[in-house]
């Protein structure tokens, strides 16, 4: 089954890391001559039009979409996705990190197919940057930046969290990339 484009959703890419141990921007690393980013955007697209890519680096603005500069910098993933929930204005947020170039549009609808209202977040086990979160998380994340709480893993324990299993034929779909070491053994499998 797959979805239609009018879903209410945006895709919100975190690309605002520092990259230092991967020595240079991740999501704008080639990959087969793409940028990893280009290839999250089009696994997205395949769900919705509507993306926000939370970074200050100018080199991000050539793929079309708004990039919106961390709120609160420097504070990681909880300061990106914080961002992005506040520039939303969908209630049901698809965050990604920018180093998961191998993603599919399958993994990302199996992702979305598997909403369920009662729930805060959808993720898959332990790939919280894989994530569909519902923007009335706004507050929390908020709170964690308040409290400086900035573990993403801390500020998902106050959250109702919904683990889909990782079956293994997707497991490489959903690593993320953040060493040449990491890159140069994922091309084996991909």
């Known amino acids: 089954m797959t979805l239609s484009k009018d879903t209410d959703i945006t895709g919100i890419i975190l690309a605002g890391g520092k990259s230092s141990r991967m020595g240079e921007e991740k999501g704008l690393k080639l990959h087969l001559g793409k940028p990893f980013i280009s290839y999250i955007i089009g696994a997205v697209e395949t769900i919705t039009n509507k993306i926000l890519i939370i970074t200050k680096n100018k080199d991000y603005e050539i793929f079309g979409y708004p990039c919106i500069s961390d709120s609160y910098p420097n504070l990681g993933p909880v300061g990106g996705i914080y961002t992005g929930l506040k520039n939303t204005l969908t209630s049901q947020n698809l965050i990604l990190s920018c180093d998961i170039p191998f993603i599919t549009p399958s993994v990302l609808q199996e992702l979305v197919l598997k909403s369920d209202s009662n729930y805060d977040v959808i993720t898959y086990e332990n790939t919280p940057l894989v ?60």
């Open 131 to 190: 994530s569909l979160y519902k923007s009335t998380v706004l507050p929390t994340f908020f709170e964690s930046i308040q409290k400086n709480r900035l573990s993403l893993y801390r500020t998902m324990e106050v959250l109702k969290v919904k683990n889909i299993p990782i079956r293994n034929d997707m497991r490489p779909f959903l690593e993320n990339i953040n060493t040449q070491q990491q890159y140069q053994e994922a091309i084996q499998w991909n």
